[in-house]
């Protein structure tokens, strides 16, 4: 059973960072295409960023493009996304996921 764990999460005032950690478990991200999306509040969930499992590429919002780093370490299992930069409009509920397994979601609020 795959299962996504999200962490990292919290406040931090605008132009702040934050970097975000997705550990899997039962399956390798090496053969897995792992994606950030994040859920503000009254609107859609929304695609942040991309790392395909077949190259080394990576795909972004452009709300996020030059502020938000996606990358992956997988000895470890874990896809990151770093976060600078952060403004107010960042604020919303982030997950990762793996095909069509999801996290639970971790909480960034971005606020003075």
């Known amino acids: 059973q795959v299962q996504l764990a999200e962490s990292g999460g919290g406040l931090v005032q605008p132009g702040g960072s934050l970097t975000l950690s997705c550990v899997v478990s039962?399956?390798?991200?090496?053969?897995?295409?792992m994606v950030w999306f994040r859920q503000a509040p009254g609107k859609e969930r929304e695609l942040v960023a991309r790392s395909r499992w077949y190259a080394d590429i990576a795909d972004y919002a452009d709300s996020v493009k030059g502020r938000f780093t996606i990358s992956r370490d997988n000895a470890k299992n874990t896809v990151y996304l770093q976060m600078n930069s952060l403004k107010p409009e960042d604020t919303g509920v982030y997950y990762c996921?793996?095909?069509?397994?999801w996290g639970q979601g971790t909480q960034v609020t971005v606020s003075s």
């Open positions: 996921s793996a095909g069509d397994v």
């Open positions: 039962g399956d390798t991200i090496r053969r897995n295409t």
